[in-house]
């Protein structure tokens, strides 16, 4: 389940989880403050979003996860310890950022193949669940 939820998340737009997994509409859109200035290409945030393109945060990974899993599975105490046996085999990418505010970002390093394989495993229709890819 987690390896599913990992590449739904890094294939799908972070505003499409509301849609997707629950049964509320998607509310009203952002907009752009008057005067806001788009990010320096030479700023720290610029080189930082770079560098974590495709990547998200530790908390979107939980909720997807909890919206794929059936109630009866329990996995809430051992999804830390998947998810660091999952970074150590190379499956997913980990990074801890480098101020102790920085969330945990990560990233889905499987190939669609074998993530449709794992998802018709455990009887998710990985399809059913992606919209960018």
Known sequence: YVIVAAFVCQTNNPSTDKTLFTSTS???????R????PLDNESPAYAAGRAAAGS????RLLSVLASLCP????????????????VSLGLLWKDTGEGVDMPVRLKCLMEKDRVRGIAEEIDITLDEYLLGG
């Open 26 to 32: 998607a509310g009203r859109r952002k907009k752009r």
């Open 34 to 37: 008057k005067g806001a200035k």
């Open 56 to 59: 998200f945060p530790l908390e």
């Open 71 to 86: 109630p009866e599975l329990r996995i809430a105490g051992v999804v830390y310890g998947v998810v660091d046996s999952l």
